[in-house]
């Protein structure tokens, strides 16, 4: 899908133009349905939004000669799409522009506190996924679709409940391209029928029970057919579920098409060879048993008991085909569409035919499965089929009962030659008249179809993970406490190192293996028993004893190595340049080392020596004594943890919820880990030198406070700085707090002062930067005394004002589209305001706007106060229209505009518009002009644009005038 035309660079390496696919594809088209699935499945998305939002282009640079010329740019925007219908349990892929581009196990979290309760977060190298679990209850998106309502209420977008939202933010595009890559989402979804009990089965090979996808789309008030409760009997659903899957397995059927919820689940009924029928008001499945043993006969119909000759359709043995061809998803190659062929060799009949037939079937998508069910079906397929219509005088049961839908019956016919097991499909009893029986042949008695084979190549299997037996909480100095994104983080933080623990099967937990992933960190306060998550963390450490002490001067390491372990073949040697730059952590007690040279014993593997740099990372070296716990751990693998309810002194109990890709660990057996905070060492000197400059200054003018503040132990927790009004004593008369900040990483250990005050009124001012230490102490430097000089007269005040002013367009382009920016200076009475607009390139245009609309900066009170706005003439009626202040003449310059052959515009229009008309409040406008006869011609929306002359038009206009200026109401001088 194109949102904004262009072009690619580099065409697709298997371009595909005239078969391409629903499946493939993401589409905005109208009237394309959401897409139903269950069980495992690639959805392409489905675009909500109009137009890719907050565009970015970053030039590419190639080395032409001696120079780097740009050779393109690199295009990402945000845009927003549906995956599919319903809740997800999981999310395990994610592919752009038919390249998978994150893999992965991201389960629904249910816990209302989780950090991914509502969506989950994915960073990949070509932007972050924010997916929407499809709750029934998920709040309006507020990454992009909400801002985008509140910014235009005509583009307001709903909450998508009961939808998989997917928002991309920052999405790469391509090297200049304007079209959103294709995307598809990896879903595993088990369906939720409105009764009944199917637990998810999170089958990763094969899906879930299709008998529950049916009823959830026969049942389902929103998007199936809403058949009410009283109309099924739960227990027949449940037990024909537990049947089909103890004797076919899981499905993964999914519909992007429209069709009738009656057909679709009659398609779905194929994979089983089931049937339902209506008795009594109820639904009633079935299915064909398939186990070729003779079923219960209630009653044989002859000749004698037919009431009209019989209506019966029969078809010779093969005539439909002694050979089928099933096309599946092969989940084990991202459901690539594959086919398998099977034939009836057992049928003698058939095999002296040759039509073959080719079924679709979607929701399978293990090959094994997928020859099973060929295999029943060309069985099937082989044998000759009867149905039709029987009229009888009576049609009851051997023991008098009447025969019902479900029954078998056999059909003996000499003058029809028809002797046949059938199935009754239905039953009619007229009020007067002959009773009608729908029958079709019981599939299975004549031939006993073989049961699904599983893989008999060995497989993973599931496997689950065992608990973390060997960790440690590490207080991370302030070099480590880094987010994601290398900046610092505030408050205690901490490393969990752990051990990774193995994997055992789930049927046979002799079996061991290397599965576990990761952990999710939890944390609960001692003495409480409910834990909240941190986060995810799928780094490990390897644990270590010291078989020798190591005095503080010690520079080698005596090591025996946890045979546990099972990443100890990831700690390799390191020279010289990556031990400096601390690359691999060994950690004893509080100290952190660098690790270099390792040496491993001749025959026993597990006893290292390891040269280290001691006192690494902000921590002094200390002598250690055998027996000590070792870790180590790559620096670049530490993750910090961090909470802003931990406290110095306070006990926190953590537990470590270890997961495969296929299960997490029970939270309840994972063990308590506890830890006590490190309380706060005393803080150490904090030196401050701090002046205000100049000595002497002027009512109006601006003074510098500069300095520096300086702390060698690096425990600066806070800092202030203030600017004091003295009395003639010296005493405090008031202060104005100019900077207040929160120290983390280097500005702990201080830095320097450098802040701009404006002195408004006269007297004797002084400057005070106030530090507070970790452990509350709290130190002051002063400077000397400044005398601010005699007041300016009385009037205004010198100022600056920065300020974002609206952008009047005709509503042509979204405000996020231009950059737009102002400035005002008032000095000595005179107000200077600088604005400027730039158009962004292929900025989108809205449809609908107003063409002909003059163009104009708007400013509100808000932004620049109205007691530096021109003044408004008391002589004048004001009762309606503008306020229009004498032309001013500005160097008002407009750059590549439509229908303009000059490229500047001599001078500009300020108004007051009134709040009348619809506007909310009163305005500050400025209109670049042009005389044109009695009026003056204004700059039009349609002159706008994002490309004229190869640049986006641009708009600068400087305006100054004396405070006090009057306006006059506008009178016959219009902006035309």
Not at 157 to 172: D, E, I, N, S
Not at 303 to 326: K, Q, S, Y
Not at 829 to 834: A, K, N
Not at 931 to 959: F, K
Request: aromatic letters at 6%; proline letters at 7%; one cysteine or more.
């Amino acid at each position: 899908m194109s949102f904004s035309g262009g072009k690619t660079e580099v065409p697709s390496s298997a371009p595909r133009i005239g078969n391409l696919k629903s499946a493939d594809v993401s589409s905005n088209e109208q009237g394309i349905p959401v897409p139903w699935c269950a069980g495992a499945d690639f959805r392409p998305l489905t675009w909500v939004v109009p137009a890719a939002y907050n565009r970015i282009e970053k030039p590419v640079k190639v080395k032409a000669g001696k120079k780097k010329v740009t050779a393109g740019y690199d295009i990402y925007a945000d845009v927003a799409g549906i995956a599919c219908l319903g809740l997800i349990d999981s999310i395990t892929a994610i592919e752009s522009a038919e390249t998978i581009i994150w893999t992965g196990d991201k389960r629904r979290q249910d816990n209302p506190n989780h950090s991914e309760y509502w969506r989950a977060h994915i960073t990949t190298d070509v932007g972050d996924f924010y997916v929407y679990w499809g709750r029934p209850d998920q709040p309006v998106d507020d990454i992009l679709l909400g801002p985008i309502g509140r910014q235009n209420p005509a583009l307001e977008h709903p909450a998508y409940r009961g939808q998989v939202l997917v928002v991309c933010k920052k999405y790469y595009f391509g090297q200049d391209s304007r079209t959103v890559p294709s995307t598809r989402i990896r879903v595993h979804r088990a369906p939720r029928p409105e009764i009944g009990n199917f637990p998810p089965r999170m089958n990763a090979e094969q899906g879930e029970s299709i008998v529950a996808g049916a009823l959830e789309l026969l049942t389902n008030p929103v998007f199936g057919a809403g058949i009410p409760a009283s109309h099924f009997i739960p227990g027949e659903w449940e037990g024909l579920s537990a049947a089909v899957i103890a004797a076919h397995g899981c499905h993964s059927p999914n519909s992007d098409r429209a069709a009738p919820v009656a057909d679709f689940v009659s398609d779905l009924f194929l994979y089983f060879d089931g049937y339902a029928r209506i008795e009594n008001g109820k639904i009633r499945p079935g299915a064909f048993p398939h186990t070729g043993q003779a079923p219960g006969i209630v009653a044989t119909i002859d000749d004698h008991a037919l009431a009209a000759p019989l209506a019966l359709t029969i078809t010779a043995p093969g005539r439909n085909g002694n050979e089928v061809r099933v096309k599946y998803r092969d989940g084990g190659d991202n459901l690539s569409e594959k086919s398998i062929a099977a034939s009836a060799s057992a049928s003698v009949e058939a095999r002296q035919s040759h039509d073959p037939q080719e079924l679709e079937t979607p929701g399978i998508i293990q090959t094994a499965q997928a020859a099973a069910y060929a295999q029943r079906a060309a069985i099937v397929a082989a044998e000759s089929e009867v149905s039709g219509t029987v009229e009888l005088r009576a049609a009851d049961r051997a023991d008098g009962t009447r025969i019902a839908p479900g029954d078998c019956v056999m059909l003996e016919s000499a003058i029809s030659g028809v002797r046949r097991v059938m199935r009754v499909a239905g039953r009619n009893d007229a009020w007067a008249g002959a009773i009608t029986l729908d029958l079709t042949a019981e599939r299975g008695f004549f031939q006993s179809l073989p049961a699904f084979v599983p893989d008999t190549r060995p497989n993973l299997g599931q496997v689950l993970p065992l608990a973390v037996d060997a960790a440690s909480v590490f207080e991370l100095p302030s070099a480590l406490a880094l987010d994601e994104s290398g900046k610092p983080v505030a408050g205690i933080a901490v490393a969990v190192l752990a051990r990774r623990p193995l994997s055992v099967n789930a049927n046979d937990p002799s079996i061991t293996s290397e599965a576990v992933q990761g952990f999710q960190l939890w944390c609960a306060a001692a003495g409480t028993t409910t834990y909240d998550p941190l986060s995810w963390q799928t780094t490990w450490a390897v644990r270590a004893t010291l078989t020798a002490a190591i005095a503080a001067g010690g520079d080698t390491l005596q090591l025996a190595i946890d045979p546990e372990n099972i990443d100890d073949d990831r700690i390799v040697s390191h020279g010289v340049s990556a031990q400096t730059d601390n690359t691999l952590l060994v950690v004893i007690g509080g100290e952190i080392l660098s690790a270099g040279e390792i040496t491993k014993a001749p025959g026993n593997g597990l006893a290292w020596e390891i040269g280290v740099l001691r006192g690494r990372l902000e921590t002094d070296a200390a002598a250690h004594p055998a027996g000590a716990v070792v870790w180590l751990v790559y620096r670049d693998e530490v993750t910090a943890q961090t909470s802003g309810a931990w406290t110095p002194e306070a006990t926190w109990h953590f537990k470590l919820e270890t997961r495969t890709a296929e299960e997490a660990l029970d939270l309840e057996k994972a063990p308590v880990l506890a830890h006590t905070f490190a309380a706060v060492p005393p803080s150490g000197p904090v030196d401050i030198a701090v002046s205000l400059l100049p000595a002497s200054v002027a009512v109006g003018d601006f003074a510098s406070v500069a300095g520096s503040m300086q702390a060698p132990k690096g425990d600066i927790a806070s800092y202030k700085v203030s600017l004091i009004k003295l009395r003639e004593d010296d005493a405090e008369e008031s202060r104005r707090e100019m900077v207040s900040d929160v120290c983390v990483g280097e500005r702990k250990s201080g830095g320097p002062i450098s802040v701009v005050t404006l002195l408004t009124e006269a007297g004797r001012y002084r400057a005070e930067v106030r530090t507070v230490s970790d452990d509350g102490r709290v130190t002051i430097g002063l400077s000397a005394i400044v005398q601010a000089g005699v007041p300016q007269p009385s009037g205004p005040p010198n100022a600056i004002f920065e300020f974002v002013p609206v952008f009047f367009c005709g509503n042509k382009y979204l405000q996020s589209d231009l950059r737009v920016s102002g400035r005002c200076v008032i000095l000595n009475g005179v107000v200077s305001i600088s604005l400027h607009m730039t158009i962004i390139m292929a900025a989108t245009v809205l449809p609908g706007y107003d063409s002909t609309a003059s163009i104009a900066f708007e400013i509100t009170e808000d932004q620049l106060p109205a007691i530096y706005w021109p003044e408004l003439d008391p002589a004048m009626y004001y009762s309606s229209g503008d306020y229009l202040v004498p032309y001013v003449i500005t160097p008002c310059l407009v750059g590549n505009l439509s229908d303009f052959s000059d490229v500047a515009v001599s001078c500009a229009v300020m108004e007051i518009r009134p709040a009348s008309g619809g506007a909310s409040r009163t305005t500050l406008c400025f209109s670049p002009v042009r005389e044109s006869g009695n009026n003056v011609r204004g700059v039009r929306a349609s002159h706008l644009g994002t490309s004229v002359s190869g640049s986006p038009s641009n708009i600068r206009i400087n305006i100054t005038y004396p405070l006090g200026i009057r306006a006059t109401r506008q009178i016959y001088r219009a902006i035309v």
